[in-house]
């Protein structure tokens, strides 16, 4: 069923000073279920679930149907296998995972996953952390990734490190900020990766909770087919309980030259990261922004983190100002189990038909070890589609 939404003005807003820019606060457009995205991700064998899900385009055009193939990252990843409905003994969960999908359509025969393997052929985490930083007892969840059409055609993948603690709410905290480098045209495991250390964390401090760089990248640059490009790469990074959204940006050739990157204080770009200003805020930790045709920017979210919608702020540049939340889909699952959740909403573009984005969201569960073995298949992203008028 097509849900039709119209949002006007919220009067604590600012209206915009370029009258060639369309409003912040307003949105025509109509939500549908991706229904044939959602099957790709119902399977019974191998991989039957996992969290995450950003995609790359190995072309690194990241436009609506553009590209012949996608790489598609996944965080804690589940492995087994389901008959008639019922969950077979020997499933397991490994920190993160990946997928090739080769064309542009949701076709089961056309995606296949990758993961490692241990020395009892058992699935195991393709990604392990062994930066100098790294701790013994340390994992990786994914972040965002692109590739880097200068100069190498390298893809780069933030990775958060992670570490399991007993005195948080989940059961962990994020302890570290990582870049994967997996070189140009390379394929699962990546024997050749190279991972580095970023100064893109922030810790904790007595006024506001951790913060990390990764959260989503807009590349916008010409070779990435943006329509407004100024040749920098906008990193989105999420910060403390409020899910505060703040943005860095550098040249592509400086990817990796953390000293060149620059963090938008609310005036201009500056060198120190502990001024980035927020944004946005009541975000989640994953998110995406995203050109559209009339020159705003989407900005993609799961509203408060972990609430029930999927919500967007139109923006007028990478950086903002963003406008009021739009929620455009309150999601089914919550209503349908008491003990699920969703969470990190973000837009696909190039995966999009024209005129739409292709929208996911994460499902999961408070009781999760309880819940997963009478519906196995709740752990898997959802998708729907934005159609805008």
Same mark, same amino acid.
């Given at each position: ?122 699935? &195991? ?73 970023? %100064? ?146 973000? &837009? ?27 519906? %196995? ?13």
């Amino acid at each position: 069923m097509l849900t039709f939404l119209t949002l006007f003005c919220c009067s604590w807003c600012s209206p915009m000073t370029n009258d060639s820019i369309p409003s912040l606060n307003q949105l025509n457009y109509t939500v549908e279920r991706a229904l044939d995205w959602d099957s790709l991700f119902i399977r019974n064998s191998g991989w039957f679930g996992g969290d995450g899900i950003f995609t790359i385009p190995f072309n690194g055009v990241d436009t609506p149907h553009e590209g012949d193939s996608t790489l598609i990252v996944f965080s804690d990843t589940m492995a087994g296998d389901i008959r008639d409905g019922q969950l077979q003994p020997g499933f397991s969960m490994i920190h993160n995972s990946v997928a090739v999908l080769k064309g542009k359509e949701p076709l089961k025969e056309n995606i296949h996953f990758y993961w490692n393997t241990d020395n009892h052929h058992a699935p &195991a985490t393709l990604f392990e952390p062994r930066t100098p930083a790294a701790g013994k007892a340390d994992y990786y969840w994914l972040g965002d990734g692109f590739v880097n059409t200068a100069p190498h055609h390298n893809i780069y993948i933030f990775a958060y490190r992670i570490r399991n603690v007993s005195d948080k709410d989940f059961g962990f905290e994020e302890v570290g900020n990582a870049l994967l480098v997996l070189p140009a045209h390379s394929r699962p495991p990546y024997t050749a990766q190279r991972q580095l250390d970023t %100064p893109f964390f922030l810790a904790a401090d007595s006024t506001t909770g951790s913060g990390s760089f990764g959260a989503g990248i807009f590349v916008n640059t010409k070779a990435a087919g943006a329509p407004h490009p100024d040749g920098y790469v906008y990193v989105y990074g999420v910060k403390g309980t409020q899910k505060a959204v703040m943005v860095a940006r550098v040249l592509p050739a400086d990817f990796e030259n953390f000293g060149r990157w620059r963090f938008w204080d609310g005036q201009q770009w500056v060198p120190n990261i502990r001024h980035a200003a927020t944004i946005a805020n009541r975000a989640s930790n994953e998110l995406s922004v995203t050109p559209l045709k009339d020159g705003r920017y989407a900005l993609i979210f799961q509203v408060d983190g972990i609430g029930t919608a999927v919500g967007l702020r139109l923006g007028a540049s990478p950086a903002g100002p963003f406008g009021p939340v739009i929620k455009i889909w309150e999601c089914p699952e919550v209503k349908e189990n008491k003990h699920f959740f969703v969470y990190n909403a973000k &837009a696909h573009p190039h995966l999009s038909r024209p005129g739409e984005l292709l929208i996911s969201y994460n499902v999961n569960s408070f009781d999760f070890l309880h819940e997963l073995p009478a519906s %196995p298949h709740l752990y898997r992203p959802r998708f729907i589609r934005l159609i805008l008028h």
